[in-house]
């Protein structure tokens, strides 16, 4: 049945933020900085790169769903650079989280336990590109400054997905003893990001909660919305259709708040979102994998 194979996607990726959670709420240490430096500097770098030497993907086909990825960010940068003069919120505070989503820690596990290593392949291409806008214009959107050639010179995942896509490109492989160390290391960084975010969404306070999942929703609409209509007008194939879909309708990123708190900008109404929409990516993920497993 389509309802128990969408519960063994969704169980371990919930399980493992839960645990997280209530890690943290029993008054257990947990060094979240460290864990974080570990996973976004060597453990998901190490994936991407091994993912994308592997994947069995066409490397045309990686490089047409990078443009269609940065195609529709284009779109919903847009879309809510105008909502939001529309509603007239602070658009230092609201567009990088409305645009930006966890196409990380929650968007690689889902898109690898639903669609395997092809999945994994498209999805680690999102988490590349949302990376570097989310740390060049996402920060730009939040101070004022751009901070591009910073973003391209010190990010990890960047040189890891040009390494993973030369590697593919050219046929080379690592030796053996090299790609089973990367993979091994990789393993780590699903389940350790599912925790973090576990633990970091139990750090945070919000009294903003109502009006937060009001925007939530919105984000949501928004971004399947226009993940659907460009996905259909392009005509991408099941996988990348789907796990475009899945990438985009993924809830706001811890780091959303932690720009906005680095860069003064409203960090409570951030980190309502943030509680709120990963509260809502729990009914409806299960919603989305359902009809694309379908």
């Known amino acids: 049945?389509?309802?128990?194979?969408?519960?063994?996607?969704?169980?371990?990726?919930?399980?493992?933020?839960?645990?997280?959670?209530?890690?943290?709420?029993?008054?257990?240490?947990?060094?979240?900085?460290?864990?974080?430096?570990?996973?976004?500097?060597?453990?998901?770098?190490?994936?991407?790169?091994?993912?994308?030497?592997?994947?069995?993907?066409?490397?045309?086909?990686?490089?047409?769903?990078?443009?269609?990825?940065?195609?529709?960010?284009?779109?919903?940068?847009?879309?809510?650079?105008?909502?939001?003069?529309?509603?007239?919120?602070?658009?230092?505070?609201?567009?990088?989280?409305?645009?930006?989503?966890?196409?990380?820690?929650?968007?690689?596990?889902?898109?690898?336990?639903?669609?395997?290593?092809?999945?994994?392949g498209y999805a680690v291409l999102v988490l590349s590109i949302t990376s570097i806008l989310s740390f060049s214009i996402g920060i730009w959107f939040v101070s004022g400054k751009m901070s591009l050639f910073k973003t391209l010179k010190n990010e990890p995942l960047?040189?890891?997905t040009f390494l993973g896509l030369f590697f593919l490109v050219t046929g080379y492989q690592t030796p053996h003893f090299l790609t089973s160390t990367f993979e091994l290391i990789g393993q780590m960084a699903i389940p350790l990001m599912l925790i973090?975010?576990?633990?970091?969404?139990?750090?945070?306070?919000?009294n903003h909660f109502y009006w937060a999942l009001k925007l939530s929703i919105l984000k949501l609409f928004i971004c399947i919305s226009l993940s659907l209509i460009i996905g259909y007008i392009l005509y991408l194939d099941h996988i990348p259709f789907s796990i475009l879909v899945l990438q985009m309708s993924a809830p706001v990123a811890v780091t959303s708040y932690l720009l906005a708190k680095k860069y003064n900008a409203d960090d409570k109404a951030v980190a309502g979102i943030v509680i709120a929409s990963t509260s809502l990516s729990i009914l409806y993920f299960p919603i989305i994998l359902y009809f694309q497993l379908s």
């Open 1 to 120: 049945m389509i309802f128990i194979e969408v519960i063994e996607i969704v169980f371990p990726v919930f399980f493992l933020s839960f645990l997280g959670f209530f890690w943290v709420k029993k008054g257990f240490e947990y060094p979240m900085q460290f864990v974080t430096r570990l996973c976004m500097n060597i453990a998901v770098p190490c994936l991407v790169f091994v993912s994308l030497m592997n994947t069995k993907i066409d490397i045309k086909l990686l490089f047409n769903f990078t443009l269609v990825t940065l195609f529709t960010y284009a779109f919903i940068i847009i879309t809510f650079f105008f909502i939001i003069k529309l509603i007239k919120i602070n658009s230092k505070t609201y567009l990088a989280p409305l645009s930006f989503g966890n196409t990380g820690n929650i968007g690689l596990p889902l898109a690898y336990f639903a669609f395997g290593e092809i999945g994994l």
């Open 158 to 160: 960047l040189t890891a």
């Open 196 to 206: 973090t975010l576990g633990v970091a969404v139990a750090s945070l306070n919000t």
